[in-house]
């Protein structure tokens, strides 16, 4: 929402947001530092001010932002605002979306070079959907590629 619909989070929705017993947790989901824009940045802020945890997910996505150099500037950009980055996806394998396709070998090199740039807490977890499981699967370093 605050990436795509930035608006739609009214002062009014914020206020709520706010004022509920729970504890509020937005998850973005922004897969290039170009995404940020002035208006976005503006929201963000507006988020943060009320006190609202913000994380981070994007999907690695080939010719977009399958390196490092632009996943550490995406994550030195949301931490910026306040926004910490939480999940890097593989893509799904569903159909037309072959082009964008990363293997996982690639996405555990981009990771590891993501830990040789940038603090611990900048580095977002490498993640799957697999068929069958009820969550997100973390791609751990000793896992057989696929």
Known sequence: MPIVLPQRLSLELLYLLEK??????????????QEISPNVEHYLQRIDANRIKML???????????????????????????????????????AGTAHFAVTTVKGRQIIQEMENQLP???????????????????????????
């Not at 611990?120 to 069958?132: D, F, I, N, R, S």
């Open 56 to 94: 981070n997910q994007s999907v690695l996505l080939a010719e977009v932002n399958d390196n490092s150099a632009i996943l550490s500037e995406l994550s030195r950009a949301l931490f910026a605002l306040n926004v910490l980055p939480y999940y890097l996806h593989l893509p799904d394998r569903v």
């Open 120 to 146: 611990g807490y900048l580095v977002p977890q490498l993640v799957q959907e697999k068929p069958g499981r009820p969550a997100k699967s973390r791609v751990r370093s000793h896992q057989v590629p696929n």
């Open 20 to 33: 509920t017993r729970l504890k509020p947790v937005l998850v973005l989901h922004c897969n290039h530092v």
